[in-house]
């Protein structure tokens, strides 16, 4: 509920998804492991899927309100 009214929290939180997925990928270069890598940037990109479909869910919510 509190997402709705306070876009600085939500960046926040993107922000600090992002922190951790950054730290997670660089755990897997610095010890070699092709899972966590591949983790990683897996977590990364279902990341930018959830924001895609965030906006696309918030888009349909306005033009059903404006009809």
């Not at 997925?21 to 897997?28: E, K, Q, V, W």
């Not at 349909?60 to 404006?66: A, C, D, G, S, Y």
């Given at each position: 509920m509190h997402m709705k009214r306070n876009p600085t929290l939500r960046t926040l939180l993107i922000l600090?998804?992002?922190f951790l997925?950054?730290?997670?990928?660089?755990?897997?270069i610095r010890y070699g492991s092709g899972w966590g890598i591949a983790m990683a940037l897996m977590s990364f990109g279902a990341l930018l899927f959830s924001i895609q479909l965030a906006a696309k869910l918030k888009k349909?919510?306005?033009?059903?309100?404006?009809a």
């Open positions: 600090g998804i992002i997925i950054t730290y997670a990928l660089a755990d897997g349909l919510k306005e033009e059903e309100e404006e």
